[in-house]
């Protein structure tokens, strides 16, 4: 296009006026002995108008709450100025409000808005706004209806609230998605359920309570993703708990996406953190032979063993060290020696190696936990954990092997120093409230590292602190509990309603785990409803030998004698009060559909009927009174303070098994603080024993 010019008459002249020129899409503004400006029409969101003057014609750009005037300019060209600019003008804005309206479509229609887009969300919404409310009268002439209905649909969501975007994207989807969501799994997905689909901030949190769905969400959000073109089965990473979780996971989310004919051209990565590990080591050309040792605990502890003679051998004073840290760790004085000695310490120094091998603890490290454990002598007992831990490295080096905890410690190192550049788009990570310092550092690294080369990952974590009970693994409580703290700004979904057990069951629990104020409120909502209390208390036949389990078969009995087909689950905090149940139902032929469980196995299973046993107090009680192995203690992840606070947590997987009722068989003679807590008045239990009636009334 031509230049077209228009310049000042004899009266603009005489004010000094300029000459305006339309070139290359830019107004220009000349006036005689100063520089050049210019006005890209690409920027101009209204229309030029030209008015007749007695003193020369006049161009404007008028504004609700702006007017621009450039007067006193001859006739000539002023229309034909006028009409080229508005062309330009009109193109770029369409141009620009179909930029605004793909954004908002991709970020806040498509996508659930993110924290890290909430600037330019804001930028773009009050842009728009200001735009709008100035120009408003040029665009409804301007624009088609459809485009004014956009703006004004953008413009509903002002002034400026994430909230509101993402409230206005959950309706949109749940409407949308109504028939995948409803059809998605075996029964419809709940509203907390579908929510927990749509979410994905760059940080997210599912709470999902015992029976909520926690894995119908996993796969339907990485079916959704597919499914609405907001990810590739590659760019979705998902890791489970342990290798039998990832592979029923698997299984599931393959036969979903047949049943809706989701076409996958490749699967969604879904395992573990040690499968992941061996992946990134391989992939950066890193050995990833698994020593004997990981893989063979007796051959693991047979090595210790010769570590501890040999270690003994070379200093008398270190075999009294032996037994002093064997003192700290069983709370009281002991005097052993020869292979007793080398037995019990091979016991204690296997959990000591793994704890420090799980948190990443040197010498200073372990010397700072023992201190402040109050655990003497703190240095020399730090001396000789890290004298095996040395050693133990070097005998990997020997071996030219890895143990599981280098999978992961030395993946995550690959990935910051950039030498595995992941490309997931979006993480899911379930069973997260038991996980890892070491765990969570690889995920960090992870979502770090893609961001550096231009990847957005959207990390989702999905879990339960209720049920946090593996910390003598490595479990680390308050990455779920202060995930805030961790990784920023998130965005959290409560699962609170159960299809798996009564009101009686949800309430009873609910209450009993949210005494301790460190785990997250929630207030589950229950399918089946009951009147009347399902937890039920009973004795264990106080005086009597076998009168655990004497009760335990007295209940099965009737059980079997109302309910013949009905599953039942015997769960006790220690093995051998199972072995003790199995073998005495055995006898009496009342095993068949009988389970046994100790409280850590049963996470995750259910039965129709549980019973619980163990309850009393002492050693070997639940909650345990003398199980406290204080050096351990001290080596392992950190653990709130409320007291017995995972072993409440166990208490509350427990009651969670059951379908329908619930049997706690309690010893009144050594009561169990848990039983004599559930006596108070604010627990809704039924107490069918005499003598623990007795117990209640005592309390109160």
């Keep these: 296009m031509s230049d077209i010019a228009v310049r000042p008459n004899f009266a603009g002249k005489l004010f000094g006026k300029l000459t305006l020129t339309l070139t290359n899409e830019n107004l220009v503004f000349s ?9 890209p029409l690409a920027s101009v969101r209204t229309l030029f108008k030209v008015k ?8 404007r750009l008028e504004g609700a709450k702006t007017t621009v005037r450039y007067r006193f300019l001859k006739s000539e060209n002023v229309e034909a100025l006028q009409a080229a600019a508005n062309k330009i003008i009109r193109r770029h804005l369409k141009a620009y409000l179909q930029t605004v309206f793909t954004e908002f479509n991709d970020n806040v229609k498509l996508q659930y808005p993110k924290d890290s887009q909430e600037e330019s969300l804001r930028s773009l919404i009050d842009s728009l706004y200001r735009d709008y409310s100035n120009y408003q009268a040029d665009w409804q002439t301007m624009l088609s209806a459809d485009a004014i209905a956009a703006v004004k649909d953008i413009l509903s969501l002002y002034p400026f609230d994430m909230a509101k975007l993402r409230s206005y994207h959950e309706q949109m989807q749940l409407k949308a998605r109504c028939g995948f969501f409803d059809t998605v799994e075996s029964y419809p997905l709940t509203t907390e359920q579908r929510l927990a689909v749509l979410r994905s901030n760059d940080r997210n949190m599912v709470l ?5 769905g926690k894995t119908s969400v996993m796969v339907a959000k990485t079916l959704d993703l597919i499914d609405r073109d907001l990810a590739k089965p590659q760019d979705i990473l998902v890791l489970a708990y342990n290798r039998t979780a990832s592979l029923e996971l698997k299984a599931r989310l393959l036969d979903k996406a047949q049943t809706h004919t989701i076409k996958l051209d490749t699967e969604p990565q879904i395992g573990t953190f040690h499968a992941l590990g061996r992946q990134i080591l391989q992939e950066a050309g890193r050995s990833t032979q698994i020593s004997v040792f990981a893989e063979n605990s007796a051959k693991l502890k047979a090595w210790i063993a010769q570590w501890i003679q040999e270690y003994t051998a070379e200093d008398a004073a270190r075999e009294q060290l032996l037994i002093t840290t064997l003192s700290v760790q069983e709370g009281r004085e002991t005097q052993l020696s020869g292979q007793v000695l080398i037995t019990a310490s091979t016991e204690l120094l296997t959990k000591a190696l793994q704890a420090m091998r799980g948190e990443g603890l040197n010498r200073t490290g372990v010397a700072k936990r023992l201190t402040e454990a109050g655990i003497k002598p703190a240095g020399k007992i730090a001396g000789l954990l890290s004298a095996l831990h040395k050693d133990y490295v070097n005998e990997l080096k020997r071996q030219d092997c890895i143990d599981f905890d280098d999978l992961i410690t030395r993946a995550t190192e690959l990935v910051e120093k950039g030498k595995f550049i992941p490309r997931w788009k979006f993480i899911l990570v379930d069973e997260f409230q038991d996980i890892s310092a070491s765990r969570m550092a690889l995920i960090t690294a992870l979502v770090d590292r893609a961001k550096a080369n231009g990847v957005a990952t959207s990390l989702t974590v999905v879990g339960d602190d209720w049920q946090s009970v593996y910390r003598f693994s490595g479990g680390k409580l308050s990455l779920t509990t202060r995930f805030g703290e ?16 009564n009101n009686s069951i949800a309430d009873t629990a609910g209450q009993f785990i ?44 009737k059980i079997r004698s109302n309910e013949p087909a009905s599953t039942v689950a015997v769960i006790a905090r220690y093995n051998f009060l199972l072995d ?29 009927h549980c019973i619980l046993i163990g309850f009393s107090g002492g050693k070997n009680g639940f909650p345990g009174g003398g199980r406290e192995e204080t050096l351990i203690q001290a080596l392992l992840p950190s653990s709130d303070s409320y007291p017995h606070a995972e072993e409440r947590r166990l208490m509350y997987v427990g009651l969670t098994r059951a379908k329908h ?9 050594s009561p169990s603080e848990f039983v004599t807590e559930l006596l108070s008045p604010k627990y809704n239990v039924s107490v069918v024993s005499a003598a623990i009636s007795f117990m209640k009334s005592a309390e109160l």
């Design 31 to 39: 006036h005689r002995g100063r520089k050049d400006k210019y006005l």
């Design 52 to 59: 007749k003057r007695f003193l020369g014609d006049e161009l």
């Design 208 to 212: 999902a309570a015992a029976g909520t």
């Design 486 to 501: 961790v990784a920023g700004s998130y965005t959290e979904t409560k699962l609170q309603k159960t299809f798996r057990y």
């Design 514 to 557: 949210m005494e301790n104020p460190e785990q997250f409120r929630k207030s589950i909502d229950t399918h089946t409803k009951t009147d009347t209390p399902q937890i039920f208390l009973l004795d264990d036949k106080p005086g009597k030998e076998n009168g655990v389990v004497e009760r335990v078969a007295e209940v099965v009995s």
């Design 580 to 608: 003790e149940a199995k073998h005495a139902l055995s006898k009496q032929n009342l095993s068949n559909n009988v389970h046994f469980w100790s409280f850590h196995k049963s996470k995750g299973l259910e039965a129709d």
């Design 661 to 669: 009722k619930c049997y706690i068989i309690a010893d009144p003679v």
